[in-house]
């Protein structure tokens, strides 16, 4: 499966964003999907998963009752709904794929990888 991420972008803090995933292939909807992100000097980072059917979600610490990941089997997408950004948030963004259907927090978990989107938060 092909990936490729976009929307990322320049917001201040507090403000909102919306990054998407589409995929390419008859099979995303039996995937696992995630997002991760890296900023400048660190290592990627778990941000956010979810099952093959939506029915299943899971988020990093950090980013929990902010950010909210969903997909659109239908158009081959899965999203990412950034709110209550922080400058600690900027980091280029990842969408990632899996064949297992168990969710997976470690990038090691996943096979298939998007380009990445900049999503930079101002102070």
């Known amino acids: 499966v092909q990936l490729q991420a976009s929307g990322g972008g320049l917001v201040q803090a507090g403000g909102s964003l919306s990054l998407s995933c589409a995929a390419s292939g008859r099979t995303f909807s039996s995937y696992t999907m995630g997002w991760f992100r890296q900023a400048p000097g660190k290592e990627r980072e778990f941000v956010a998963a979810?099952?093959?059917?939506?029915?299943?979600?899971y988020y990093a610490d950090s980013v929990k009752g902010r950010f909210s990941i969903s997909r659109g089997n239908a158009k081959n997408t899965v999203y990412l709904q950034l709110n209550s950004l922080k400058p600690e948030d900027t980091a280029v963004y990842y969408c990632?794929?899996?064949?297992?259907?168990?969710?997976?927090?470690?990038?090691?978990?996943?096979?298939?990888w998007g380009q990445g989107t900049q999503v930079t938060v101002s102070s």
């Open positions: 979810i099952s093959w059917n939506g029915g299943s979600t």
């Open positions: 990632a794929a899996r064949s297992n259907r168990i969710l997976a927090t470690v990038a090691q978990g996943y096979a298939y």
